[in-house]
């Protein structure tokens, strides 16, 4: 069984990594549905020519440059654990 997660969460996760490989105004990133034969199958992230596509039955998030290069497909759970978890510090 998959588990649900946060389209918000996602949403941010897209926003933060799409600005990390260099897209400017990420305030105005559109973010469409995806629906293959009828069914929903997930969400595309643009901003600046980049774009990020989250396969929801891959449970997959893959992000692309202007030209269409792929520049990093993660597993989605993952890479939301990551970017909802504080960084540790360790004492000196």
Not at 20 to 41: D, P
Request: hydrophobic share 40%; proline share 3%; net charge negative.
């Amino acid at each position: 069984m998959s588990q649900v997660i946060d389209a918000e969460k996602v949403r941010g996760y897209a926003a933060h990594t799409l600005a990390s490989f260099g897209a400017k105004g990420i305030e105005q990133m559109h973010e469409s549905i995806l629906i293959r034969s009828g069914l929903f199958c997930g969400r595309k992230y643009q901003c600046d020519g980049y774009h990020g596509v989250w396969f929801i039955e891959e449970n997959e998030i893959k992000f692309f440059a202007p030209c269409g290069d792929l520049l990093v497909c993660e597993d989605i759970t993952e890479a939301i654990s990551r970017f909802d978890s504080p960084p540790t510090r360790r004492a000196a």
